[in-house]
């Protein structure tokens, strides 16, 4: 491959988060580098979507910090990240089911329009450039994920996997330089695995997106990932290549079992 | 524009190509949906192109007379590769784009391929699977760049690469296109075209400019085409119809070619694009009236009701509308309404709402399917050719349709039907000859210069040409009475639920059939009846299917009772096979052909169980997966009698 893993540009400090007595997540630090695909795995409850929730700023931890291109967050909030660049998509697809296809993805725009509410509403002069600026930018991410049947097609209508496959392009509109994906997978049968390995990995060669996912898939990991991070209970118990975290027998009896 | 003297004749298609880039420069000339929009090229800008890439070829030491492989779906671009071709003097060969690397590997050795053009990264994998075998290969263009970045193969090449290296050929020689096309004549072979292959391996079909041209014109001045037409050009450009349609008509007429954006938004492109003359074989006239079908049966009652009244009026009288011939005041007014709530909202949905013309060719369509489309006034009509007769042979002229038959004779094109019974056509739209096959050539034409079609025919009372077989399938049974076992499956495949059938019985005692269920028109059937299934060969196992398969047979002994000598061919047993015939198992040729023999071969042990008189035989069949994995089928088959009628046998 030619891209290359640049320099850390995330990086997770001793991160603690509790709900009530609860913990969530126990000191855990790790880093992530540009242009790198970084997996969070673990059993359920482990803390993955909620590490995830930390990173976008949807949680915030008691202890910790995360640092973003070298700048200190002690407090991320949702809109900061996405204005810092980082997108995500959710494991419980959360579009707007009643809009078509490209409403949706449309969505992921929003952050970026510059123009009023009232110039919109008349569709009026800087609006409607600024729009068909959009849509044209919206037009790359349907032409690249392959969803040009269903551009108007409400969201409800779709089968699960091709949902799941909107969603990504929303989050793709907004043009991240980081990717968050909750189980990307989840729910989907071989066929639309192996397209959504394709598109995670074509995303992230093509534009260079960093991309950290969550998934339970063992296979699809460990091929697809550069370096991947063990959660158990809220503690971080392995981190590394693919191949160490196969083989560290921790990871082996947390998580993938006495079989593998 | 330099390329064309004004003295030249326009006979080959790079000097009409350079004519209407001077006389309708400015008009749209071809159409791609990209990015959500349709994007145009006009006339003048397609010659620049073609400019460009010809240029190019040139550059990279294309040589006249040489062959270029194109492989893709269609493309402007694709079709500009041709002509660009055609103005140095080679010959565009297109291929199947779903064909696999094997299938490509015979016809790029058989070629002697230097250059090939294909569409995207799959297709560019496809010819590095095979580039071991293929000594002559020198370059691979693509056209669209996703995914190739990281190709490093010095051989392949991005096709904006040629063209740019085109633009600077030209202006270091703006003459060298001029002196090509000036040298090219219209007996050049302009376009090679692969047979399906129904029979043994493939043949390359080499056909002139004349010949192409001649067929195009004849088309063109039959149906009055202009250069205002809009047409779809989704079909394989490696089809003999697709050529005639989408580039030599076009380019004769001057009209737009319209490319979908991809192959899952035919439907909806053809809908906004509304094209004024259409092509499209049966099959797809066919999956277009079981959607409409199947959604009318979900659809309210009164729309329902509405719906069936005006189809009926229209069966009445909207075929003999359509023809102008008389019909009553009553049935007139009531198609008008029609027109308002039903026939023109259908039109429309189905993207048809401004076809002038449509054809369709290259299998027996169902009359009432045919039917259908012409009594809510479509007119679609029936051709009748080949691909060594450019598919030109025989037209239905407007007004004078009849649902068996092709039509009459086109315009410059001679038929005879020889004795025994098969069609001989001669004509200006014939082959020059198959690619390094005198022998074959030598067989497919006589002596008096006629083309031997291989099909069986015979000219009805109003010099309509009705076609029967393939005249080698035509055969007896073992009582001597005729068998003519595509006539059957036709009848068969009219059946909505029935997709394909295969039947038996040449020198034997009586005819069985294998059948292939329309799996969306029976698996909604089933839904509708609360029948679970959990795919294709545990839906076709079902009892229910079987008697709902039993009585579309049924009827087809009824009617084949009515006629004649036919009436011995009445199915007797019959069973529904558990996969469906699948090109990549090689049954069906790409155009979708039952390739009789094979299927024959390979489950001889059911037709063994069929005629010994067994209930039910295993088998287990290997198939093939798109992405070349191979699985297995298993199943135990059930076999069914079927009710026979006697014949009224003439008394003795």
């Known amino acids: 491959m030619s891209r290359e893993i640049g320099e850390v540009i995330l990086d997770l400090k001793n991160v603690s988060l509790a709900f009530g007595g609860v913990k969530a997540l126990t000191d855990i630090s790790f880093d992530v580098r540009e242009h790198e695909i970084r997996a969070i795995i673990g059993p359920n409850g482990a803390g993955k979507s909620s590490m995830l929730n930390v990173i976008n700023g949807v949680y915030r931890p008691q202890q910790g910090e995360i640092v973003l291109r070298g700048r200190r967050f002690a407090r991320m909030n949702p809109y900061k990240a996405a204005q810092a660049g980082i997108s995500r998509t959710f494991q419980n697809i959360a579009l707007f089911k009643g809009m078509s296809v490209i409403d949706n993805i449309m969505t992921g725009r929003n952050l970026k329009i510059r123009t009023n509410l009232l110039l919109q509403a008349l569709w009026w002069g800087p609006a409607r450039r600024e729009e068909l600026a959009h849509r044209a930018k919206v037009e790359e991410v349907i032409d690249f994920l392959e969803i040009q049947h269903i551009r108007k097609t409400p969201v409800g209508r779709l089968p699960y996997g091709l949902q799941k496959r909107v969603d990504l392009g929303r989050a793709l509109a907004m043009e991240p330089s980081i990717l968050l994906l909750d189980e990307p997978m989840a729910g989907m049968n071989v066929e639309e695995k192996q397209d959504m390995c394709r598109f995670i990995l074509d995303v992230n060669d093509q534009f260079g997106t960093t991309i950290v996912l969550i998934e339970h898939d063992m296979g699809v990991v460990m091929d697809i990932s550069d370096r991947v991070v063990v959660l158990d209970y809220g503690k971080k118990i392995g981190d590394g290549d693919p191949d160490a975290v196969r083989s560290n027998p921790e990871v082996v009896s947390a998580y993938l079992g006495a079989g593998h | 524009m330099p390329e064309l003297a004004s003295t030249q004749a326009l006979d080959t298609f790079p000097r009409l190509l350079f004519h209407h880039a001077q006389v309708r420069a400015s008009k749209t000339a071809m159409r791609e949906k990209d990015l959500g929009i349709w994007q145009c090229w006009t006339w003048l800008e397609v010659a620049a192109e073609v400019r460009a890439l010809a240029c190019g070829l040139a550059e990279m030491g294309f040589t006249r007379g040489e062959n270029l492989a194109i492989v893709g779906d269609n493309r402007p671009r694709m079709y500009m590769m041709m002509a660009a071709v055609q103005c140095l003097g080679g010959v565009p060969v297109p291929l199947y784009q779903d064909a696999v690397a094997n299938e490509l590997l015979f016809v790029l050795l058989d070629g002697e391929i230097r250059f090939a053009f294909v569409e995207d990264q799959e297709q560019v994998d496809k010819v590095l699977e095979i580039q071991a075998q293929l000594p002559h290969l020198e370059h691979v263009f693509y056209d669209d760049a996703r995914g190739m970045r990281h190709y490093t193969q010095a051989f392949i090449h991005d096709v904006r690469e040629l063209m740019a290296m085109g633009k600077i050929h030209h202006r270091n020689h703006p003459d060298l296109l001029a002196e090509a096309i000036a040298n090219g004549h219209a007996d050049d072979v302009s376009v090679m075209l692969y047979t399906s292959g129904t029979t043994g391996k493939p043949k390359g079909v080499r056909l002139t400019h004349r010949a192409f041209i001649a067929a195009a014109q004849g088309g063109v001045d039959f149906d009055d085409l202009t250069d205002s037409e809009d047409i779809l050009s989704y079909l394989p450009m490696a089809w003999v119809g697709d050529h005639l349609f989408s580039y030599a008509q076009a380019m004769v007429a001057g009209f737009t070619i319209n490319c979908p954006e991809s192959a899952e938004t035919v439907m909806n492109d053809l809908r906004e694009i509304g094209p004024t003359y259409y092509f499209a074989p049966p099959r797809v006239f066919e999956n277009l009236l079981t959607q409409v079908m199947i959604r009318m049966e979900d659809a309210s009652r009164v729309k329902q009701k509405m719906f069936h009244y005006f189809m009926a009026v229209a069966r009445r009288c909207g075929a003999e509308i359509l023809d102008r011939r008389p019909v009553g005041l009553a049935d007139r007014l009531r198609y008008a309404l029609g027109r308002v709530f039903v026939y023109g909202p259908l039109k429309n949905v189905l993207g048809m709402s401004r076809i002038r013309v449509a054809y369709t060719a290259g299998a027996a369509i169902g009359p009432d399917l045919f039917r259908f489309y012409r009594s809510i006034g479509i007119n679609l009509k029936q051709l009748y050719g080949q691909t060594e007769t450019c598919a030109y042979v025989c037209l239905q002229p407007d007004g004078q349709i009849k649902f068996d038959s092709v039509g009459r004779p086109a315009p410059g094109v001679e038929v005879r039907i020889a004795e025994n019974g098969e069609i001989l056509v001669k004509g200006a739209m014939l082959l020059k000859e198959y690619y390094r096959r005198p022998d074959a050539t030598a067989e497919a034409i006589n002596a008096d210069g006629y083309f031997m079609t291989g099909d069986a025919g015979l000219f009805d009372d109003d010099g309509h040409l009705k076609i029967i077989d393939r005249a080698k399938d035509v055969g007896k049974l073992a009582n001597g009475a005729m068998y003519a076992p595509n006539y059957i499956e036709n009848k068969l495949k009219f059946f909505q639920h029935i997709k394909e059938a295969v039947v038996f019985g040449d020198r034997r005692t009586m005819v069985c059939a294998f059948v292939n269920i329309d799996i969306g028109a029976v698996g909604n059937w089933a839904e509708r009846r609360g029948i679970a299934y959990s795919g294709y060969t545990d839906l076709a196992a079902k009892p229910e299917v079987y008697g709902l398969i039993e009585e579309c047979i049924e009827q087809v002994n009824r009617e084949l009772v009515g006629e004649g000598v036919l009436g011995d061919s009445q199915i ?77 046998r003439k008394a003795a």
């Open chain 2, 572 to 648: 007797h047993r019959f069973l529904i096979l558990h996969k469906e015939l699948d090109p990549d198992d090689d049954e069906l040729t790409r155009t979708r052909k039952v390739r009789r023999n094979f299927v024959a071969e390979k489950y001889a042990v059911l037709i063994e169980a069929l005629y010994a008189g067994r209930q039910s035989q295993f088998i287990e069949t290997a198939v093939k997966f798109e992405d070349g994995r191979q699985g297995k089928v298993a199943a135990d088959l059930v076999i069914r009698d079927v009710r026979t009628f006697p014949l009224a």
